[in-house]
């Protein structure tokens, strides 16, 4: 699930997004506790979300507007939105609920205003101007509810040069200078799969956009917005540090070459004697001490302000952690403040002591999936239902949001009782 386009998609290049990977009055509430309703007891509990279906940055972000309880409902095409993947697994698409609407048949755009209306936020990842052309635009939608956060998800943004061109996290990052700053200096940039662009740059300031957007929205005298989320802007915000130390002379603009690029002989991963990996990052001075100390290297090893002698330094630490293996250096640090832990793969980490006290992973359906984050002492989010089948809510939709209009009976009779 690579990153996305900045735009084709389904059968015609209107219904697929320009973010990552995908075309990516206020609800009354629907406050039922976990496992029993379309809602959460999370802190989002009787807030409504249209969801636009596509792929990628889109849908994560109403992923976790779900699993904060929010009551979800997204709305699938015919032919699906395009990922290869059994929507059973699609865990993107967890904690909501489907229906199906043609965008692109007569009275299918009616259904999804119809929709809008009683929501509080919607969600679409097309490409710029393509839900105008649908007729479910912020001016269609606001028509109808003007309190409406209407959230935008593209790559480029809503407006400039590149604005109608597709992309994928990758391109997004490579203009922004982030992809630039990450790998070894004498290789090509290493990629961070499509996490960086797609859902730190992009979902995630989505998701922060569309609450700033929808607390304004019902304070006194609030009124509904367009939230414009583009992956090249969250990418380039989340090297603000990394800016401020290029300008005060205290990181180089190139890769490996800085004390949290790779570049620093404490801050960083070593090979063990097995093939595994262990992960250095002692960067204050007495956890570094406790480092070289449990390494096995405290008489040898050059001083750690000495850059000139890091080169040293790296291939000390290196061959030091190839006389053991990862499982034997993890017991070696176990307890001490030296941070270092072992490099695991996904299927690993569920395993891990620490992360399964804390519940970081839960099991749902037979499916071992990452626990909904962050943590609320008084409105825990939790996983409630499956990845959400195309249109398999579309009757229980109808009734819990009283819209009739999108059933599918009522579309074969030609919605003689739309409203």
Not at 115 to 128: K, N, S, T
Not at 367 to 374: D, E, H, K, N, W
Not at 386 to 394: F, K, N
Request: glycine content about 16%; some cysteine.
């Amino acid at each position: 699930m690579a990153a996305r386009m900045s735009g084709s998609g389904g059968p015609g290049d209107e219904l697929r997004g320009a973010p990552g990977d995908g075309p990516d009055g206020p609800g009354d509430g629907l406050g039922e506790g976990p496992g029993e309703g379309p809602g959460g007891s999370g802190p989002l509990a009787g807030v409504r979300v249209v969801e636009l279906a596509g792929i990628g940055p889109g849908p994560f972000a109403a992923m976790l507007l779900a699993d904060l309880g929010a009551d979800v409902v997204r709305v699938d095409r015919p032919g699906g939105a395009g990922l290869a993947i059994n929507p059973a697994y699609d865990l993107t698409n967890r904690n909501k609920r489907s229906v199906l609407i043609d965008l692109k048949a007569d009275g299918g755009p009616a259904q999804v205003l119809d929709l809008a209306e009683r929501a509080d936020v919607l969600i679409e990842g097309y490409r710029p101007g393509v839900a105008e052309r649908l007729g479910v635009g912020p001016e269609q939608c606001h028509a109808r509810n003007p309190r409406l956060v209407y959230g935008r998800m593209t790559g480029w943004g809503q407006e400039g040069p590149l604005a109608q061109r597709a992309g994928h996290d990758i391109t997004y990052i490579a203009l922004t200078g982030t992809l630039g700053m990450i790998g070894k200096p004498d290789e090509a940039p290493a990629v961070p799969a499509n996490l960086l662009g797609d859902y730190a740059g992009g979902s995630l300031y989505l998701v922060i956009g569309l609450l700033a957007a929808l607390q304004h929205a019902r304070t006194p005298g609030g009124t509904g917005q367009v939230v414009d989320a583009a992956i090249v802007d969250g990418a380039a915000h989340l090297a603000t540090m990394i800016h401020g130390m290029v300008a005060a002379g205290g990181w180089q603009d190139r890769r490996g070459a800085n004390l949290l690029d790779g570049g620093c002989p404490f801050y960083g991963n070593y090979a063990t004697a097995d093939g595994g990996y262990m992960a250095v990052g002692p960067l204050e001075q007495r956890f570094y001490d406790q480092f070289i100390e449990l390494l096995g290297i405290g008489d040898e090893a050059p001083a750690r302000k000495d850059f000139v002698r890091w080169g040293e330094l790296r291939a000390a630490v290196a061959a030091r952690f190839l006389t053991k293996t990862r499982a034997e250096w993890t017991a070696v640090f176990e307890g001490s403040d030296a941070c270092v832990a072992p490099v695991l793969s996904l299927a690993e980490a569920p395993s891990h002591p620490h992360l399964a006290a804390r519940g970081t992973f839960t099991d749902h359906g037979g499916i071992t999936q990452p626990a909904p984050a962050p943590r609320f002492s008084a409105t825990p989010g939790s996983v409630r239902r499956p990845p959400a089948l195309p249109g398999a809510d579309t009757e229980e939709v109808a009734r819990d949001w009283d819209v009739p209009t999108i059933r599918p009976d009522l579309r074969q009779q030609g919605g003689e009782q739309q409203r």
